[in-house]
């Protein structure tokens, strides 16, 4: 059973510029979610996928922000006209469906450094 | 404005020795209660989840839940140098309470550090 896999690993752009993560979820866990993380703060929520319905987003989630997952398996987060603050450790993770309170597991995630 | 509330340390505590670490949450409708363990640069593990009062035992890890109190904790038994880490607390609420279906909250971590 593979974990969840992130990519890239770590992604360095300049200010404005379009960046897109990847995440493949463990298999058969049709729930995925993304996070963000910065320094000395906890992972905070930003999305969460049922199967390919995206059934939430976080206020954080700006409308620079997308993310898909067009067949219920691994999902892309984009971020548009990236700034300064975009800067952080950007996660993924999944669990299985069948009961609200599975833990989640996560990814390696991809560090955005914003130049 | 659900909030889980660790302090964030550093928790020092010399190797062999028992460390405790604390959560509060305000949302008293939470269920379910999970403690990470993240160390510098990687992304949060999995240790514990606890979804009723009481104790949890996992080889030297426990986690206590006392609903009442809104009060969760994590104890290592034995600490090793290797369980230096930050230890963070999430917390998903109950879906009628106003909680989403998705997210974890999650406290800021504990940064513990084991001495040799």
């Known amino acids: 059973d593979t974990g969840v896999s992130q990519n890239p690993r770590h992604k360095i752009t300049k200010r404005g510029q379009n960046v897109t993560f990847r995440c493949d979820p463990i298999?058969?866990?049709?729930?995925l979610y993304w996070y963000r993380q910065t320094l000395g703060q906890g992972p905070e929520f930003l999305t969460y996928?049922?199967?390919?319905?995206?059934?939430?987003k976080s206020r954080l989630l700006s409308d620079r922000f997308s993310a898909e997952r067009p067949k219920g398996s691994f999902s892309t987060l984009e971020i548009q006209r990236t700034e300064q603050g975009d800067s952080a450790m950007y996660l993924c993770?999944?669990?299985?469906?069948?009961?609200?309170?599975?833990?989640?597991?996560f990814g390696d995630g991809t560090r955005l450094s914003i130049l | 404005q659900k909030e889980v509330e660790q302090n964030s340390g550093p928790l020092s505590v010399p190797e062999g020795a028992i460390a405790s670490l604390n959560c509060t949450y305000s949302?008293?409708?939470?269920?379910?209660f999970f403690w990470y363990r993240q160390y510098s640069g990687k992304s949060p593990e999995l240790i514990m989840s606890?979804?009723?009062?009481g104790d949890k035992e996992d080889g030297r890890f426990t986690a206590q839940l006392n609903k009442a109190s809104q009060y969760v904790s994590l104890l290592i038994r034995d600490s090793q140098p290797s369980d230096s880490a930050t230890y963070l607390c999430?917390?998903?609420?109950?879906?009628?309470?106003?909680?989403?279906?998705?997210?974890?909250?999650f406290g800021k971590g504990t940064k513990l550090s084991v001495k040799p």
């Open positions: 298999s058969e866990h049709n729930r």
């Open positions: 606890i979804y009723s009062n």
């Open positions: 999430a917390v998903k609420p109950l879906l009628n309470y106003g909680g989403s279906q998705g997210n974890l909250i």
């Open positions: 996928f049922q199967n390919e319905a995206q059934l939430e």
């Open positions: 993770a999944s669990s299985p469906g069948w009961q609200h309170n599975q833990p989640q597991h």
């Open positions: 949302d008293r409708g939470s269920q379910s």
